[in-house]
């Protein structure tokens, strides 16, 4: 599906690159066709994004957000699951990522744009009742897009994902600390900083040491599918870029973005799951700030999904496609409740 792919007479077209097509050729495990939509944010003109859809086109509609360094491609072990149980699947790939187009200057990318695109995504497909699932920065964005647009939205199943706030209320609580203190002082955790240092100061990023990092040995095929959008170092400036977003003060914008979902999921009571890995200390403590904040996570039997790593839907994405299906199923009588 291509829609609006005409730039707007009053914006400047960025500078971005289009991934070659033959580079997603024959990727083990991942057979969808693609397809596009025109999406908005402020500032810049249009852009491209890339997303999967796959299951009856009538089906309840889930909607299937990735993070950093992922695409798409993450996701391939649950789609197979949710549209056996009869489900639509939607998995786009954000901007910077996949078989989305990718501007090439890094400040083109912001945590507004990424929930902006988002929301553009989601209005241009006229969506609603969606199952909302998201993991790594696919949280932060698709829980601010959610804050955006509630009444499109039915349940929400959280994974290994965070929403930083750099709120002193979060003291003690993660396992990577990230948080302000009362005296104007952070706190943050070696490792989270090692993190974003590296992403900012490495001479080239490739996404799949990633995934090598947390998830083990993977097979050369599938190492290459997770580094098959980024040919060369101009493609990957949205990769680099989106490490940056992450809020480490309470004076980032990210975190006045952070805070004020946070607030609109203080009122969300639809059913909100969270379903965390045993084996990620980076978002560690998260599975319970959203178990006691939000109101739609009251009374849900939260999920442990065991022998996983961060990248919870490359270890065990078929549990984890189960855990939503059946989570949509037994929620379903009551999603309509107010949000």
């Not at 056996?84 to 990718?102: C, H, I």
């Not at 199943?157 to 396992?175: R, Y």
């Not at 996570?297 to 939260?302: F, P, S, V, Y």
Request: charged share 20%; glycine share 10%.
């Amino acid at each position: 599906m291509n829609r609006g792919d005409r730039p707007r007479p009053d914006r400047p077209a960025p500078h971005f690159v289009r991934t070659p097509d033959e580079r997603f050729a024959g990727l083990v495990d991942y057979p969808f066709e693609p397809n596009y939509v025109s999406v908005q944010a402020q500032g810049i003109d249009d852009l491209r994004m890339h997303y999967v859809d796959a299951g009856p086109p009538d089906g309840p509609v889930v909607l299937l957000l990735h993070g950093q360094p992922t695409w798409s491609y993450l996701y391939r072990k649950v789609i197979p699951v949710l549209t056996r149980r009869g489900l639509r699947v939607l998995a786009p790939d954000n901007v910077g990522f996949g078989r989305s187009d990718k501007p090439t200057e890094r400040p083109a990318y912001t945590y507004r744009r990424h929930v902006e695109w988002t929301t553009s995504f989601v209005e241009q497909l006229d969506l609603h009742e969606v199952t909302l699932v998201v993991q790594d920065w696919g949280g932060p964005i698709g829980l601010s897009t959610l804050a955006a647009s509630p009444e499109r939205f039915a349940r929400v199943v959280a994974s290994n994902t965070v929403l930083h706030t750099s709120d002193p209320t979060l003291e003690g609580k993660l396992t990577w600390a990230n948080h302000g203190t009362e005296q104007g002082r952070v706190v943050l955790e070696e490792s989270l900083v090692d993190y974003v240092l590296y992403c900012l100061r490495a001479p080239e990023l490739v996404a799949s040491t990633f995934l090598y990092g947390a998830s083990g040995p993977l097979p050369p095929e599938v190492l290459a599918a997770y580094d098959a959008p980024f040919p060369d170092p101009t493609f990957t400036a949205g990769l680099r870029q989106m490490t940056a977003l992450i809020p480490l003060t309470r004076n980032d914008p990210g975190a006045a973005i952070g805070r004020a979902t946070m607030e609109a999921l203080g009122h969300w009571r639809r059913p909100f799951l969270t379903a965390y890995s045993d084996g990620d200390p980076a978002t560690r403590g998260w599975e319970t700030v959203f178990q006691e904040r939000v109101p739609g996570a009251a009374g849900l039997d939260h999920r442990t999904i065991v022998g996983a790593g961060h990248f919870v839907l490359e270890d065990r994405g078929e549990d984890l496609g189960e855990v939503v299906a059946d989570f949509i199923e037994s929620s379903s009588s009551g999603s309509s409740a107010g949000s």
